[in-house]
């Protein structure tokens, strides 16, 4: 039998976020972001749940492939654009849309040799500082850009630093809209947390929106907002068993390190995952876990393949829990009950996106049907 540790994808939570989604941006169209393989869900697997979008945006050329082979003819955004002048011949050849956000890219687009012209999503670095021309130099390269034979239609994208947080977008947003005024064609603005918490202002849903973390169930936000305010479903659950409980006494501790020491009589259970798993090692005693499908705490350090749970709330809840009992270290355990990723996040120092990508190889993965 094979470790017992396994993640599900919920294909109608997944459904049901992108729905959410367009709640908040009504008029938008709502690429889904599924780039990193779809934050570690697997594009095929995701691909159900979120098939409803109008576009899918990723980083990937051989992720695109992996879409177009799903059987989805719609839009396909490159979000960086192509890598290299050969990147272009796919982007011919699946009719893959690419932002560009530097001359080099345009110097390649005007030299490819193509029938079909390109739809091009023109970047502006306003303020983020990572991709895209600045608003000086971004009617030029516009101009460039529309004088090519190569390309057809010309879209216009930003990305927002600070939606989640106090900055917020307003002064992203100013300078985009001074440097883009007249400029015709689609725009493109805001992530997950920018269409929630913004998405109230026209000109931040624009024409499109571009939700990643959001369609998986977390809170852009968090701690601020819980998933669960944005009426978001987790899409992923990552569930094991115990394989092991030890009763402690007074002065006993656990793991390496001995980092825990129980105070008094205490029963413990030893639950299949570890780092190498990609639950974080950065998790320390208190971090959130369910078992049985009640919520309880990890006591100690986390190993490559095990870590140890505190089961004095199952034996106040008169639920037995030993050998083979479920563990949900996120998302819903079988009797409903929810541990978002976001609290685990939290607890490690770090935030959801990591976590969802960061699940490793050898974890199983399966898809189900049902949220
Ligand atoms: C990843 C990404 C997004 C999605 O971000 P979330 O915060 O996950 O919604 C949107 N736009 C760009 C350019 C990205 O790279």
Redesign the pocket.
């Known amino acids: 039998m094979p470790r017992p540790i396994a993640a599900t994808i919920h294909t109608a939570a997944l459904h049901h976020n992108l729905e959410r989604v367009r709640q908040a941006a009504p008029d938008a169209k709502v690429w889904a972001?599924v780039?990193a393989n779809a934050y570690g869900h697997g594009i095929e697997r995701a691909y159900e749940g979120l098939r409803g979008a109008d576009g899918f945006?990723l980083?990937d050329l051989a992720e695109a492939e992996r879409v177009r082979h799903l059987g989805w003819r719609g839009p396909i955004l490159l979000?960086e654009g192509v890598f290299e002048p050969r990147d272009l011949e796919l982007c011919s050849r699946l009719g893959l849309w690419h932002a560009v956000h530097c001359d080099e890219q345009i110097d390649m687009l005007a030299a490819h040799k193509t029938q079909v012209p390109h739809r091009v999503f023109l970047k502006m670095n306003s303020g983020m500082n990572r991709l895209g021309f600045t608003p000086q130099r971004f009617r030029a390269a516009w101009a460039r850009l529309n004088a090519l034979p190569q390309v057809d239609e010309i879209s216009f994208?930003t990305?927002f630093s600070d939606a989640d947080g106090p900055r917020g977008v307003a002064h992203q947003l100013a300078v985009f809209n001074t440097a883009a005024q007249d400029l015709p064609g689609e725009r493109t603005l805001s992530?997950?947390?920018a269409t929630l918490r913004h998405a109230a202002d026209a000109r931040v849903r624009a024409d499109w929106v571009?939700?990643?973390?959001?369609l998986y169930g977390s809170a852009?936000d968090y701690p601020e907002h819980t998933a669960t305010h944005w009426g978001m479903r987790p899409t992923m659950t990552l569930a094991t068993r115990l394989i092991a409980t030890q009763q402690l006494q007074a002065g006993d501790t656990v793991g390496y390190g001995s980092r825990f020491t129980a105070e008094g009589p205490l029963l413990i259970g030893v639950a299949a995952c570890g780092y190498a798993d990609g639950y974080p090692r950065h998790c320390d005693t208190g971090t959130p876990v369910l078992v049985n499908g009640i919520r309880t705490r990890l006591v100690g350090r986390v190993s490559m393949d095990m870590i140890t749970v505190d089961l004095t709330p199952l034996q106040q809840a008169g639920v037995a829990a030993g050998f083979g009992a479920e563990v949900t270290l996120w998302g819903q355990a079988s009797n409903g009950t929810v541990l978002g990723v976001d609290e685990v996040a939290a607890a490690a120092g770090t935030v959801s996106?990591e976590l969802l990508t960061a699940l490793a190889q050898r974890v199983p993965v399966s898809v189900d049907g049902n949220a």
Do not use: D, T
């Open positions: 972001v780039k945006a980083l979000l994208m990305h992530n997950s947390a571009r939700a990643g973390i959001a852009p996106w």
